[in-house]
């Protein structure tokens, strides 16, 4: 049984930084792709950056260069360093993980269609 338990929302100023964690257990960490959606009140849920079992990282327009994703050196547990956050980053995040396809020798992330796992989420809330 795969479960994702999120941690380290909260509340911060415009201009503020958090970190979240998302403990991963369950699952063979290697045959697995991670990734962080958020989806906000009325709005749909977004992609932010998904983890290739090899580590190779993408990350949404959005976020880029203000988020950054990494994992330890166990894989089994996910983190988002979110900087210079902005009262638009308010949402609810969520970590997911998901077996993918396999190409280029490691598990690659899905991006045509839902994840299978999903954490339940951590709120983070920006103030201006």
Known sequence: QVQLVESG???????????????????????????WFR?????????????????????ADSVKGRFTAS?????TTLYLQMNSLKDEDTAQYYCAADSGYYREHAV???????????GRGTQVTVSA
Not at 108 to 118: A, L, N, Q
């Open 108 to 118: 690659r992330c899905p991006r045509d269609r839902e994840f299978r796992y999903y």
């Open 9 to 35: 929302g909260g509340s911060v100023q415009a201009g503020g930084s958090l970190r979240l964690s998302c403990a991963a257990s369950g699952y063979t960490v290697s045959a697995y792709c991670m990734a």
């Open 39 to 59: 989806q906000a009140p009325g709005k749909e849920r977004e992609g932010l950056t998904s983890i290739d079992s090899d580590g190779r990282t993408t990350y």
């Open 71 to 75: 994992k330890d050196n166990a894989g």
